[in-house]
């Protein structure tokens, strides 16, 4: 018999968990290779997570709701008729479980038990639950063997109360497996909260909403989470870094546990800090290492009496962005290198090309994005990515320009592959449609993974000029102030008007001195003020 694991997927260089949102496919389902079977939601991009292996869906580990890393155990595909305990073994030996205990047998004699065993204290048992945890959208989650309804949801069963049936009369947005679920069962989606991203209505909103209601609409699995199981197998021969090591020595993790992302397979010690996480979420085990024995932090109070607090969860998207940022802004000694291009031909040339074409509308932005990419290939010294620990510099042929988007939950930044190659036109469509693509969650996570150089504009917000943080593992960031009519002075000392756009580069000075820094600076506002050259 053939068993396969269903892993919670990596989608990106910085993701380390995801979400599980709902599940596509119930257990006992036969599944293709290539089908769908789980929603999984990162810090950036919401996604689908394929079988992998054709088979039946034999158990699902993980549930709606459950926040694991990067690597745990989501699924089991196997070929049809593979035994419980067979299954029960494979979950056990990838993290997801224990196996189903052996039947009791006749207890042992001292005699026979060996004086290595014997001296082991006996394992405790788990403490019973002292209340029921809360489920999404602040329902109790049951009792275990206690039903959720009169129809409980794991038994097949159907029910959709009277205030959730019918039909949309105008498009409402959900994924599209929110969508077929409710054409299948007649549910109105306008009736439905929606809690996903770009307030589409999911999987898991259908379920909470007509099982709120004292309905039933089964999809998933209802099987109690049994607890992980971690190695203990000798760790020695694990590549690591030697404050990695230290730090597992430290907690007691063993490193056969951790999924190394370092240089030539090394394990760092953020993979060693995602395992002591791992284990804290998944077996209520107290966290051990540094900061363990730090005192609790005291809740805000109010800043004067009457004056209400909210207090609003950090998304996973922010934590991201905060972690990324915060290292960046300690490990990067940045600096920065102003000037002010003059732009009045820019902004002709701009109206003249959304004059003519009417299959483009072109912004200031997609200029810079266009400018920024020829800079590049002028001053390629700007175009790479830094390894600190490796410490190696990558430079690269093309310009693939990360562009900030601002959505609702946080930055994101996709990428404009090989910009350097595009028509001012195809920039300006491509970063369209990524924009647009951003602040709905669907990005593919080749869309927002890497990049060479970042541009981030605050000019239509109406800042004059600012500095941002550069985005890791490139070494430079281009900001973009708004665009001022100003008065300066002509070949004569004249004063005349022109309209000004404030750039500000921050670099890395471990990587770009502050001569490199100024000859990008001087090639970018020659292009901005010869914006012919953006043509050619």
Not at 304 to 323: C, D, F, H, L, W
Not at 334 to 339: A, E, I, L, P, Q
Not at 469 to 486: C, D, E, F, K, Y
Request: net charge negative; charged share 25%; hydrophobic share 45%.
């Amino acid at each position: 018999m053939s068993l396969y694991a269903v892993e919670m997927p990596k989608w990106g260089m910085t993701m380390e968990e995801g979400l599980v949102t709902g599940w596509l496919a119930s257990e006992g389902d036969e599944v293709a290779a290539d089908q769908s079977v789980i929603e999984v939601e990162s810090s950036k991009i919401a996604g689908e997570v394929t079988a992998g292996h054709a088979g039946v869906l034999a158990r699902l580990v993980a549930k709606v709701d459950d926040e694991l890393p990067v690597g745990a155990l989501l699924a089991v595909v196997a070929d049809a008729g593979t035994a419980d305990d067979e299954i029960d073994a494979f979950v056990a030996e990838h993290g997801g479980g224990a196996a189903a205990p052996p039947e009791p047998e006749a207890k042992p004699t001292a005699d026979s038990v060996p004086a290595e065993q014997a001296a082991r204290p006996a394992p405790e048992k788990a403490a019973p639950a002292a209340a029921p945890a809360a489920g999404r959208r602040g329902r109790t989650a049951p009792a275990h063997g206690e039903e959720r309804s009169a129809v409980p949801s794991g038994s097949g069963v159907i029910s959709i109360p009277v205030e959730f049936q019918g039909a949309d009369e105008t498009e409402v947005p959900a994924t599209p497996h929110a969508a077929d679920l409710a054409t299948e069962h007649g549910i109105a989606l306008s009736r439905v909260t929606a809690t996903g991203r770009g307030e589409r209505v999911t999987v898991a909103d259908l379920v909470a909403a007509v099982e709120d209601a004292g309905g039933s609409l089964p999809f998933g699995n209802d099987r109690e989470r049994v607890a992980a199981v971690f190695s203990h197998r000798d760790d020695s021969g694990v590549p690591a870094t030697p404050h990695a090591r230290s730090l597992a020595e430290e907690a007691g993790v063993n490193l056969n546990d951790a999924r190394p992302t370092g240089t030539q397979g090394r394990v760092t010690v953020a993979d060693v800090e995602a395992v002591i996480a791992r284990r804290a979420s998944m077996t209520g085990a107290p966290v051990s290492g540094p900061g363990a024995d730090a005192e609790p932090s005291v809740p805000a109070e109010p800043s004067s009496p009457g004056n209400a607090v909210t207090e609003v969860p950090m998304s996973q998207m922010r934590k991201v962005i905060a972690s990324r940022l915060h290292d960046s802004y300690l490990d990067a000694p940045h600096f920065r290198v102003s000037v002010r291009a003059e732009i009045d031909e820019l902004l002709a040339l701009r109206r003249q090309v959304n004059d003519v074409r009417r299959d483009a509308k072109m912004s200031v932005n997609d200029l810079v994005v266009a400018a920024v990419a020829r800079a590049l290939v002028g001053v390629p010294g700007l175009n790479a990515q830094y390894d600190p620990e490796a410490q190696v510099v990558r430079h690269f042929e093309h310009a693939d320009v990360s562009v900030a988007v601002s959505t609702s939950e946080g930055l994101i930044t996709p990428i404009v592959t090989r910009a350097d190659t595009r028509t001012v036109t195809e920039v300006s469509a491509l970063v369209h449609d990524l924009a647009t693509r951003a602040k709905t969650g669907t990005l593919k996570p080749d869309e927002f993974q890497g990049g060479t150089f970042t541009v981030s504009n605050l000019g239509m917000f109406g800042v004059s000029d600012f500095d941002a943080i550069i985005n890791p593992p490139q070494v430079a960031i281009l900001s973009v102030g708004a665009a001022r009519r100003t008065f300066v002075p002509d070949e004569d000392g004249d004063p005349r008007v022109a309209t000004l756009l404030p750039l500000t580069l921050s670099s890395d000075h471990r990587v770009v001195d502050g001569a490199l820094a100024a000859r990008f600076c001087a090639e970018l506002q020659r292009l901005l003020e010869s914006p012919a050259l953006i043509l050619a």
